[in-house]
């Protein structure tokens, strides 16, 4: 081969090299992620933790290959920003990010998966059958009146990004995560979020997220959520206004705290007290409480705002 012959394929590979090296990050990251969709195992991975949160041992239950290669490709998948991982006690889930850098070229990447895929309704009625396994999903408590009263709340004005602090089996989560952006719920009890996940994914909800948190320090950014549910938490409390304190760093400047308390060894009037002392003595502006159902309440339930903010909202 002459020098000149050789000198051209240089400067040809050179001229590739340079175009690769000098190429716009977010043209480098979606070639990225057209390289890690490339495969059939990595899309059904993605369907699948874009329906619910998954672990290692479902998805791989799910699609029938060993746990070092599901794990190779979660891996991958992670580093291409098309999966997030997190840890829930001894589990580590994996789901497909609501937010994170630019979701809306994910979301428009993603949305090229074909909805009628076959493979994908199977692996999801997989996933279905093996959390309802568990005999705790099929005793899901539906509480109608309460379910009526929340949803009241939401008809003049949608919840926005939800959290639900002392979720628990995700009562709550699964009756307005329908009404919401986005919903987080918050328990320190594992087995009750697995028990909740299983009950998002039987309730097609992929917009909720279970996470482990304390009540009194939650790992969430300030002013981060629309509408925050203090679910049955603030009575048994040791110090309920810094769970109070809490919730209000995490709402946003119109947001509202909505407080539900279960009758139990206290009266609604003792509740309807603990009710409007907590709000003066945290700076609230406190709705009139409303009982569920009016006739033998089971359920105290208000709504409260910082002092100053619109009293049209609540």
Request: proline fraction near 4%; hydrophobic fraction near 45%.
């Amino acid at each position: 081969m002459g020098w000149d012959v050789c000198l051209l394929y240089c400067s040809a590979g050179y001229i590739k090299e340079s175009l690769y090296i000098y190429m716009k990050a977010s043209t480098d990251k979606i070639l990225k992620q057209f390289k890690a969709l490339a495969d059939p195992i990595k899309v059904r991975l993605v369907a699948l933790c874009g329906v619910a949160e998954c672990s290692v041992s479902e998805l791989t239950t799910v699609t029938g290959q060993s746990q070092p290669r599901i794990s190779q490709h979660l891996k991958q998948l992670c580093a291409a920003d098309l999966l997030e991982r997190f840890r829930d006690g001894h589990f580590v889930y994996y789901r497909v990010p609501t937010k994170g850098v630019d979701p809306l070229s994910r979301r428009r990447l993603l949305a090229l998966l074909p909805a009628d895929e076959p493979q994908f309704a199977k692996d999801t009625e997989r996933l279905r059958t093996l959390r309802a396994q568990d005999d705790r999903v099929a005793q899901a408590h539906d509480d109608r009146l309460l379910h009526k009263a929340l949803v009241e709340l939401t008809v003049a004005r949608p919840l926005g990004d939800l959290l639900d602090i002392g979720c628990g089996q995700g009562r709550l989560l699964k009756l307005l995560a329908s009404r919401a952006h986005r919903v987080v719920g918050v328990d320190i009890d594992p087995d009750a979020r697995r028990f909740a996940r299983a009950e998002m994914l039987l309730a097609g909800l992929p917009n909720c997220t279970l996470r482990q948190g304390d009540m009194f320090s939650l790992p969430f950014a300030d002013a981060e959520f629309d509408t925050i549910i203090l679910d049955d938490v603030l009575a048994s409390a040791g110090q309920p206004l810094k769970v109070l304190a809490e919730a209000l760093r995490l709402l946003k400047s119109d947001g509202r705290i909505l407080l539900l308390a279960s009758v139990g060894d206290k009266s609604v009037a003792e509740l309807h007290d603990n009710f409007t002392e907590w709000a003066v003595l945290t700076g609230m502006r406190l709705a009139k409480p409303r009982s569920i159902p009016e006739k033998r309440p089971e359920w105290l339930l208000a709504v409260a705002m910082s002092s100053g903010r619109a009293s049209a909202a609540a």
